[in-house]
C-alpha cells in the first residue's frame, strides 16, 4: 500500500535520507523508528508530500508520488507531530473544509458528525479550534486524516500531548482502521506503544534502515533476551539513543 | 535575582542589536526605502514648521498668541493618541507578551517587573510621536531663534508629557484585563482604536482646515484655535507643556507648568506600581484563561459562495479563505480605516471648486482623472500589499493541509487570485467612476478609466498573490509583518513602477485625443495608430504581469516541497 523505493533525500551534503526502501502492506501497522534526527520525520514529510525527494519513488495505492500526486494524495491520510490547524474555524467547519479538499462531494455532514463523535470531539464541533487544547486538536487532525477513508495512514508520533485516555482511544482506531484493511506507518519514540501496536518495525539510522521485522524478530537480530523493545533498540542503534531516553 | 530592572530589559536591547547585525536579504532595499521616506517626513515637518513659525512672527503679539494656541492644540491632539497608545501597547508588554511566561515565574519582584514593563510601554507607545516632535520643535526654534535652553526644556517636557498618558493607558489596560480576558480585551481595543482613527481623520477633514491658509480668514484662525479652549484645558498636561515651551521659546522658564508636568508624571507611575502590585497577577491569570470563543457563524456566507458556479474544492478554500479573515478583528478592522480615508479622497474631490478658473477647468478636470486613475491605482496597490500579498503566508503553519491535500498548488494559488480580485475591484472601480462623476470629466476619459482600473487589478493583484508565495513569511506574526517583508517592500516597488508607466500609456494617448477634440480637428492617422498602440502596450503590459507573476508563484510554490 505504502511502497518506498531507495528514497534519497540530502540537505547541502548532509545525507537526512539515504537508500530508504520499505514495505507496508494493506491492514499492517508498521512501527518506524530511530534516534533524533536519523531521519523519521523527512521520510514521512516526503510520503506525504511535503518534501521532494532528491531519488527513489514513493508509491501509495500504487500511485507514484512524483507522476500522480494528487490519486497518491487522495489515498492518504497524514497525521503530523504538531497539530496546526486554522483556528479561526470550528471543528466541523475544519472536517468539511478538509472534506472539500478530498472531492467529497454531496452532503458530508454525518461522515463529519461520524468522525468527531470517534474522536469524542461531538460536542465541540461548533467551536474555534482556537479554544482546544493539544490534545483535542491532535485527535482532530486524526479525524480530518480518516475523514476521506484513506487506504493508507503516515502518522508522526501520535501519542504526544494525548492523555491516558486519548492514547487508548487512539491505538483503538488504529486497531480497529488496520484491521480494516488501512497500512499504518506509525513513527515514534514511545517504544512500548510501538512494541504494543506495530505488526513488523523499521529501525533509522543516519538515514539507513538498519533493521526490519517483528518484534521477535528484532530481538534475535540484536541478540536480547528481554521481553521488552527498548534494550533491544539500544543495541542496535549502538546505544546512541540511550542518552535520548535518559533525558526523556 | 538583585540585579535592577533594566536587567529585564536586556533580552529586548539583545534581539534588536541581533537583528541589526544579522544581515537579511532586502534588509538595505528596506531601509533606504522606509529611511527615505522617514527623511522626508521629518524635513516637510522641520519645513512646514520653521516656514509657520516664521510667517507668524510677522503678525507680532497676535503671532505669539497663534504660536501659543498651536502648541497646546498640538499637545491636545497627541494626548489622546498617547493615552490610546499607551492602552494597547501596555495590553501586549504587560499580559500578551510570550516573555512573561518565563519572567512571570522567575523570582523577580513584581516592582522591578512593573518597572521594565512600564518603560518598555512607553517606549513602544511613544517612539512616533517623540520622532515627530524632534523636527517639529527644531523648525519652530530655529525659526525663532531660540536659545539651547529651548531645546533642553524640550527634552526635559516630553519626557513627562509622554509619561502621563501612557501611565493612565496603562491603567485601564489593567482594568480591562481584570474584567474580560485579554483576547477579548485585545479585539476591542482594536476596533475602538481603528473606529478612533478612522473619526479623527475624517474630522481633521470634514472641518476643512485649507479654509484657515486663505488671507482674508485670518479671523477665522483665532476663532477656531479660541474654541479649542475651555475651562478645562489649563488642567491638561498638553496645556502645560505648550505653556512650559513657550514660556522657553520666549526666553523665559515657567516652572510651575514644568513642576505640574514632573509631579503629575511621578505620582501618576507610582499609583500605577501600587495598582500593579495589587492586581497585575490577577489580570495576567485572567489573560491565560481560554472562554468559550464568541464568533459569528456565518451561514449567509455558506449558503452565498455554495450557489456560486465553482468548483467544489474552489468553493471550501473560499468559504475558509472569508471565515477566517471575517473572523479575525485585527484584519477586518483596517478595513475602516482604509474606508474613511476613502470617504475622504471622495469628499475632496466633490468640494473640488475647479470653476474658479473656467477657462482651464475642462482640460484641468482631465488631469485630475488621471491623477485619480493614479491614486485608485495607489489605493489598489495598498490594499494589495496589506490585504493579497499575505495570502499565502496567512495559512502559517496549517499549510501542511494544503499541501498534503490532493489537489494542485495551481489550483490553490489561484484561488488565491479569485478570492481577492474581486472585491478589489469592486472597491476601485466604484471608486474611479464616482470621483470621475464629481468631476463631470469627458465620457470618453471615464471610459478609459474604468478599464483601465480592470487591467490594473488583474496585474496589481497578479504581482502581488504571485510575489506574495515567491516570498512567503510563514512564521510570521500577523499580516503587518508580511506585508513589511522584503518580498512586500519588493512588490510596493514593482507596483508603483507599473502604475507610472501605465499613466503615461493611458495618460498621454487620451491627451493627445482631448486636444484634437478641444481643437475641433479629426485624428491623423499617425495619431490613431499611436493611440492604438499605447493601450494595447497597456493591455499587453498588464497581462504580461498578471500572468508572469501567478506563473511564478505557483512554481515557486511547487519549488517549497525540494525543502
Redesign the interface.
Known amino acids: 500500500m505504502i511502497s518506498l523505493q531507495n528514497l534519497v ?1 540530502k ?1 547541502g551534503s548532509f545525507a537526512a535520507v539515504d537508500g530508504v526502501s520499505l514495505d507496508v502492506t494493506p491492514g499492517e501497522i508498521h512501527g518506524f523508528l530511530g534516534p533524533n534526527g536519523a531521519g523519521k520525520t523527512t521520510t514521512m ?1 516526503m510520503i ?5 525527494p532528491d531519488s527513489g519513488r514513493i508509491l501509495v495505492n500504487g500511485h507514484d508520488l512524483a507522476t500522480a ?6 489515498s ?1 491520510g ?1 497525521i ?1 507531530d ?1 497539530p ?3 483556528e ?3 471543528a466541523g ?1 475544519f472536517l ?8 467529497l ?1 454531496g452532503d458530508v455532514s454525518d461522515r463529519v458528525r461520524e468522525m468527531l463523535e470517534v474522536f469524542e470531539l461531538g460536542r465541540w464541533e ?3 479550534v ?2 482546544f487544547s493539544h490534545g483535542m486538536k491532535q485527535r482532530l487532525v486524526m479525524s ?1 486524516a480518516f475523514l476521506h477513508k484513506p487506504q493508507a495512514i503516515v502518522v508522526d508520533e501520535p501519542m504526544v500531548g494525548l492523555d491516558p485516555r486519548g492514547a487508548r482511544l487512539i491505538k483503538q482506531i488504529f486497531r480497529r482502521m488496520s484491521e480494516r484493511g488501512v497500512a499504518i506507518l506509525m513513527s515514534t519514540h514511545t517504544l512500548e506503544v510501538a512494541q504494543e501496536m506495530s505488526d513488523r518495525i523499521s529501525i533509522i539510522v543516519k538515514g539507513r534502515i538498519i533493521a526490519r521485522g517483528t518484534v521477535d524478530e528484532l530481538r534475535r537480530m540484536a541478540g536480547s533476551q528481554d521481553d521488552r523493545l527498548t534494550p533491544v533498540f539500544l543495541k542496535l542503534t549502538g546505544g546512541g539513543g540511550l542518552q535520548e531516553i535518559d533525558e526523556v | 535575582m538583585h540585579h535592577a530592572f533594566l536587567f529585564l530589559l536586556l533580552p529586548s536591547y539583545l534581539s534588536s542589536r541581533n537583528r541589526a547585525r544579522r544581515r537579511q536579504r532586502g534588509d538595505l532595499l528596506r531601509a533606504t526605502m522606509f529611511g527615505g521616506i522617514g527623511l522626508l517626513v521629518c524635513g516637510a515637518l522641520f519645513g512646514g514648521s520653521f516656514w509657520l513659525t516664521w510667517q507668524l512672527g510677522r503678525y507680532a503679539e497676535l503671532g505669539d498668541y497663534l504660536l501659543r494656541l498651536g502648541l497646546s492644540w498640538l499637545f491636545l491632539v497627541f494626548l489622546s493618541f498617547l493615552a490610546f497608545s499607551g492602552l494597547v501597547s501596555a495590553l501586549s508588554t504587560f499580559f500578551l507578551s510570550e516573555d512573561l511566561r518565563l519572567l512571570v515565574v522567575a523570582p523577580i519582584a513584581s516592582r522591578r517587573l512593573f518597572y521594565a514593563r512600564f518603560i518598555r510601554t512607553v517606549g513602544q507607545a511613544s517612539w512616533m510621536i517623540v520622532v515627530f516632535f524632534v523636527p517639529l520643535l527644531m523648525g519652530v526654534g530655529l525659526a525663532h531663534c531660540a536659545r539651547p535652553a529651548f531645546y533642553l526644556t524640550a527634552v526635559l517636557t516630553l519626557v513627562p508629557f509622554v509619561v502621563i498618558p501612557v501611565a493612565i493607558g496603562s491603567a485601564a489596560t489593567l482594568l480591562l484585563v481584570n474584567v474580560f480576558p485579554a483576547r477579548r480585551a485585545r479585539d476591542i481595543l482594536m476596533l475602538t482604536g481603528l473606529l478612533f482613527a478612522a473619526s479623527l481623520v475624517m474630522l481633521l477633514r470634514f472641518i476643512r482646515p485649507e479654509q484657515l491658509l486663505q488671507v482674508e480668514s485670518l479671523p477665522d484662525i483665532t476663532d477656531f484655535f479660541a474654541t479649542l479652549q475651555s475651562p478645562v484645558t489649563p488642567l491638561l498636561p498638553s496645556f502645560w507643556a505648550g505653556e512650559t515651551l513657550f514660556a522657553s521659546l520666549q526666553g523665559g522658564r515657567d516652572l510651575l507648568h514644568a513642576g505640574a508636568l514632573w509631579t503629575t508624571a511621578l505620582t501618576l507611575t507610582l499609583v500605577l506600581r501600587a495598582a500593579s502590585e495589587r492586581w497585575y497577577f490577577t489580570g495576567y491569570s485572567r489573560s491565560q484563561e ?4 464568541r ?1 459569528t ?1 456565518l451561514r449567509g456566507l455558506d449558503r452565498f459562495v455554495r450557489a456560486l458556479p465553482i468548483s ?2 474552489r ?3 473560499l ?2 479563505d472569508l ?2 479573515f471575517l ?2 478583528v485585527s484584519q477586518w478592522s483596517q478595513l475602516l480605516l482604509l474606508l474613511a480615508l476613502v470617504l475622504v479622497y471622495l469628499y475632496n474631490f466633490r468640494v473640488l471648486d475647479l470653476e474658479r478658473i473656467p477657462y482651464m477647468s475642462g482640460v484641468v478636470k482631465n488631469v485630475f482623472a488621471f491623477l485619480n486613475l493614479g491614486m485608485a491605482g495607489f489605493v489598489m496597490a495598498t490594499i494589495a500589499v496589506r490585504f493579497v500579498f499575505p495570502a499565502v503566508s496567512a495559512e ?3 499549510f ?9 498548488l495551481r489550483d490553490f494559488l489561484w484561488s488565491k487570485f479569485w478570492t481577492t480580485i474581486v472585491p478589489v475591484l469592486i472597491f476601485t472601480e466604484g471608486l474611479t467612476v464616482a470621483a470621475n462623476e464629481f468631476l463631470g470629466i469627458d465620457p470618453f476619459v471615464k471610459v478609459v478609466s474604468a478599464a483601465a482600473v480592470v487591467f490594473m487589478g488583474l496585474a496589481l493583484v497578479g504581482l502581488a498573490t504571485g510575489l506574495g508565495a515567491r516570498y512567503p513569511r510563514f512564521n510570521a506574526e500577523n499580516a503587518s509583518q508580511v506585508a513589511g517583508s522584503y518580498g512586500g517592500v519588493a512588490f510596493m516597488i514593482l507596483a508603483v513602477l507599473y502604475i507610472v508607466v501605465m499613466i503615461a500609456l493611458v495618460g498621454w494617448p487620451s491627451s493627445v485625443y482631448l486636444w484634437t477634440r478641444v481643437r475641433s480637428v479629426p485624428l491623423s492617422l499617425a495619431q490613431q495608430w499611436m493611440i492604438a498602440a499605447c493601450f494595447s502596450a497597456a493591455a499587453i503590459m498588464s497581462l504580461a504581469t498578471w500572468w508572469l507573476s501567478m506563473r511564478a508563484g505557483v512554481r515557486a510554490l511547487q519549488d517549497l ?3
Open positions: 533525500k540537505f514529510r506525504a508530500g511535503l518534501l521532494k500526486p494528487e490519486a497518491a494524495k487522495a492518504l497524514f503530523p504538531r496546526f490547524i486554522y479561526k474555524l470550528t467547519e468539511r473544509f478538509h472534506a472539500g479538499l478530498y472531492g462531494d461548533d467551536e474555534l482556537e479554544s480530518a | 481560554a472562554p468559550k470563543a464568533f457563524r467544489s474544492i468553493r471550501q478554500l468559504i475558509k471565515k477566517v473572523r479575525d502559517g503553519a496549517a501542511w493541509i494544503i499541501r498534503t491535500a490532493p489537489i494542485s516541497d525540494r525543502g
